[in-house]
């Protein structure tokens, strides 16, 4: 199964376009979307391409092959327009030998690892808008994972550049539009 994750769409259609043509491109099986899907959110400014209909009619045909996550700007009203379940705070996704823990990050991220997560485990969270691909580790618990952020395509932030990642046989790599 090969996962193409990207996060941080703020209902802006040409970069939902661009993920759709890297799912494709990539050969992707699914489409791993970690919040803030529609909305824009009252800190950002708009994005250049703010569509969040024509993202809806983007998405939705596409509804079988997208897992997703809410984000802190996802809501139920969102939900009712999608077609494919966004409502879930976190999913695990496996590949090869390798537990990913994918989350939004706006109440479970770097600084606050769930729980649950092994060491060697994969921790993808978005919300910050900024690409990221470091090893972490948990003071108290010891735990290590490997921390990795999409950013956001359409409101990069940090001088990040437009990004996702792309996970297959327990390896992923951020890559760059």
Request: hydrophobic residues 40%; contains cysteine; aromatic residues 8%.
């Amino acid at each position: 199964m090969r996962f193409l994750v990207a996060s941080d769409l703020h209902g802006d259609s040409y970069w939902t376009e661009r993920v759709i043509e890297a799912f494709s491109n990539e050969k992707a099986d699914k489409l791993v979307l970690l919040g803030d899907i529609l909305y824009h959110g009252p800190r950002n400014d708009l994005p250049a391409h703010y569509e969040p209909k024509k993202v809806i009619s983007l998405l939705n045909p596409m509804s079988s092959s997208i897992l997703a996550v809410r984000g802190n700007c996802d809501t139920e009203v969102d939900q009712m327009v999608l077609k494919f379940p966004i409502m879930a705070d976190y999913i695990y996704l496996v590949s090869g030998e390798t537990t990913f823990f994918a989350t939004h990050g706006h109440n479970i991220g770097p600084d606050k690892l769930p729980a649950s997560l092994p060491s060697g485990s994969v921790l993808l969270a978005g919300h910050t808008h900024v690409a990221c691909d470091k090893e972490i580790c948990d003071d108290i618990t010891g735990v290590s994972v490997r921390y990795m952020n999409p950013g956001s395509p359409s409101i990069p932030k940090e001088n990040t550049k437009p990004s996702y990642i792309i996970i297959e046989d327990g390896i992923a790599e951020l890559k760059a539009f």
